[in-house]
């Protein structure tokens, strides 16, 4: 198992950046991929960025492609989120998981993560 812990959410206005990060303990042989999701009110749980955990690899959604970077330090056990240009859009809580044997085609897919973290709320105003 995985223990995830996410900060660095907080209050910004549009257009401005926010850095998240995960720290990561545990099982850390286990994984083989990390992942950012975001859940607004009422809305599902949705795919923001990913990155394998041992090769240089990133995702992206559509929707955040061009404004946010993942990057991770596997000497910390860390992944992190950049988030540029944000709009009142990006407001959510960001989800930090882990997930092993995770393959391309299943890579943007909540369901094959295994471990999360709590969340950390990103609050966009106007």
């Known amino acids: 198992q995985v223990q995830l812990v996410e900060s660095g959410g907080g209050l910004v206005q549009a257009g401005g950046s926010l850095r998240l990060s995960c720290a990561a303990s545990g099982d850390i042989f286990s994984i083989n991929a990390m992942g950012w999701f975001r859940q607004a009110p009422g809305k599902e749980r949705e795919f923001v960025s990913a990155t394998r955990w041992t090769e240089a690899s990133a995702y992206y959604a559509d929707s955040v492609s061009g404004r946010f970077t993942i990057s991770r330090d596997n000497a910390k056990n860390m992944v992190y989120l950049e988030m540029n240009s944000l709009k009142p859009e990006d407001t959510a809580v960001y989800f930090c998981?882990?997930?092993?044997?995770?393959?391309?085609?299943?890579?943007?897919?909540?369901?094959?993560?295994?471990?999360w973290g709590q969340g950390t709320q990103v609050t966009v105003s106007s």
């Open positions: 998981a882990a997930g092993s044997k995770i393959t391309e085609a299943a890579i943007r897919i909540a369901g094959y993560y295994y471990d």
